[in-house]
């Protein structure tokens, strides 16, 4: 289920790529090439877990296209690692806690 958090995620990783020029559109027109399977799937489990949003047939290509246009960003972001002032006071969580 969507949060705000994953909302407020999202759009920093927007925000960010407007401001760093990522989003730009290349000088050469390169050839679109067909969204991989892994993002097709995703984007039809957002058309079946998300009924109010009525994404149509046609539109998955394009949320598929986003989701691999993306992925290369979100694994640059899970290389990054925290130093231990940047990890966060307290963490709450909402059900039982997994021992390790």
Do not use: C
Not at 65 to 79: E, L, Q
């Amino acid at each position: 289920m969507p949060s705000r958090r994953h909302f407020i995620s999202a759009a920093a990783i927007a925000a960010a790529a407007g401001l760093s020029g990522v989003g730009e559109a290349p000088a050469e027109a390169a050839t679109p090439k067909a969204p991989s399977a892994i993002a097709l799937a995703l984007a039809k489990s957002l058309q079946q877990t998300l009924p109010k949003a009525q994404i149509s047939d046609a539109l998955l290509p394009k949320i598929a296209g986003d989701i691999d246009g993306y992925a290369s960003t979100a694994a640059d972001f899970r290389k990054a690692t925290l130093k231990n002032w940047d990890e966060p006071d307290f963490t709450f969580v909402a059900g039982p806690t997994v021992k390790k």
